[in-house]
């Protein structure tokens, strides 16, 4: 009995620890995610940058930010442009998608529609991997469907466009649209929502499979809701919604983007009458901020299943919509909801993006096969940046070599800063050899955070013994020189200074340097030889294990201001300094 006891106990104690891990794996996975963001609309820079101060504040980053792209402005360089200061503002784009006005309601989109709209949206460069698409809005009001609903064609529309989406690129992550909780069944102006989705899930059951997440249009009950209502028509109708597909059969667990929700507010306070009472309408901007602030510790940020929330409207100077606005009409100065939001503690977003850096494969040729020992190198690489993210230090990117070398090579890469898509830098690569001789093998890798995320190139090579050097050098007018004043100077392909010795001795015309460190065997150098008060003479050689000779042109006294070239100012220092003559036959 007390075994089975013992072994009830075990099996209890496993399912906690499996539990309490579980729990922890999702929670931790959750905080990756900032799920902060804001309704912008078509932002200009100044909008941008205080959204960004808005979302990414108290340790948050890469919050969302909800655009309309119209499709009479589908102008890929306006939209890439926007898409380039989101990426350097750390926030991701949800993109509803949306026709033009034709008089008082939207043009109804036709399943043909699709094609034109997938290139342009294919034609951009995403922020992040995941490309969110939100297809049109409000499809169960009249007015944003061509001024009469239809259940059956959007339905149509929305599978013909998620369906085309997926074919042109996986990476589209598809969203219908939001819906109108607050609508009747009125046809043909308004539907009701459940209705409407019902609709559309018995003419389309397999659109819910070829959509990613849910849109929700989560607005408390009549505007003036309190955060603490639950169900339809309050800040919880995502809740709902979601209870009903799961009633309808929809299996596919939707993540929950809320892209339009919050309290409309007024400067002062207006009033109305009804039932012989005296209501107030909407609440203060400081009643709004602090009802802003609740829904999102006590309701959004607490729910596991909710990826983003962007509350309605950024900046929206005029009728209908100011009353919603974060921003004043006047463009100067925010609202108390802006600095209640912003004070908030958040997460540091860790969105999933594409990593691509090209090594130019020319350059990788230039990398020698034979090293020297006690030695240093810098190499230079010319890298391509093809993929999404910015790479700089400052986020945790670097390059590192994966094996362990380090008892004979040590490597390490300059920092990035600011290296942007489709932008082309070169890294300084720096390698220094020990006094072990071996053959190595290295990769080298991009990282983030210190976890790997692109393999850049391998490198085989060998370190061996520095090599010799053999020098003879005449020095005008002797026909056999004998000095220790010479300085010589060896300059890689890059003209990068990699070894220099001073006070070389020469013995009728001939030195010698034992061993040359820094240099690569195999590869051309450029050899300077110096002396004072001489015009300086060079050679080009490629350097081997052994048998390195160079013999230089005669050197000649006329570089009198030493400035390594001979020109009039020679003979200005000569006739002021006869005495300098004397180098013509002192050595």
Known sequence: MLKKTALYFI??????????????????ENEKNNIVGISVLQPTDEDLQETAELVNASGGEWGYVTVVIQENDRDTGKWQELFDKLRRLHLIPLVRLATRPEGAHWRRPEGDDAGIWV??????????KERYVILFNEPNQGKEWGGRIDAEQYAEVAFNFASK??????????????????????????????IFIRKVFHLSPFIFNSIDGWASHSY????????SDTGRHSIRTYQWELALLQKLGVEKKLPVFITETGWPHILNEKLKIKNNKVQAVYYSPEKVGEYIRIAYENVWLRDDRVRAVTPFVFNYPASPFDAFSWKYSSGKGLYPSYFAVQSMKKIKGNPEQIHLLSVEKNNLGTLP?????????????????KGQSIIDAK?????????????????????????????????????KTSDTQGTYHIKVVLSKDKKIIQDLFTWDFAVKGPPPLQFGVQLFPHFTSNADTLEMQIFDQHEQLV??????????GYGIINEVHNVALGERYRIVILNPYYIPRQKHIVFRSRGNVVVFDKMLPLDFNQDGKFSFVDWLVLVRNPSLLQLWWVQ
């Open 220 to 227: 408390p009950r009549g505007f003036v809701g309190s955060p």
């Open 11 to 28: 099996l209890i104690l496993f399912l906690l620890i499996v539990s309490v891990s579980y729990a922890r794996t999702a929670f931790a």
């Open 119 to 128: 290139d342009f949206l294919d034609s951009l460069h995403w922020v992040v």
């Open 369 to 385: 096969l034979e090293l020297t020992t006690h030695s240093t190198y810098t190499f230079k690489i010319s890298l391509s940046n």
């Open 395 to 431: 986020d945790g990117y670097a390059f590192f070599v994966t094996e362990d070398v380090a008892s004979a090579v040590s490597t390490f890469f300059s920092d990035f800063s600011d290296f942007e898509p489709f932008d082309n830098q070169t890294a300084n690569f720096f390698v």
């Open 499 to 508: 070894f220099q010795k001073k006070q070389l001795k020469i013995k009728e």
């Open 165 to 194: 989406l997926k074919e042109k690129n996986n990476d589209f992550f598809v969203m219908l649209a939001g819906m109108d909780a607050a609508s009747p069944s009125n046809p043909p102006s308004f539907e009701d929502e459940e």
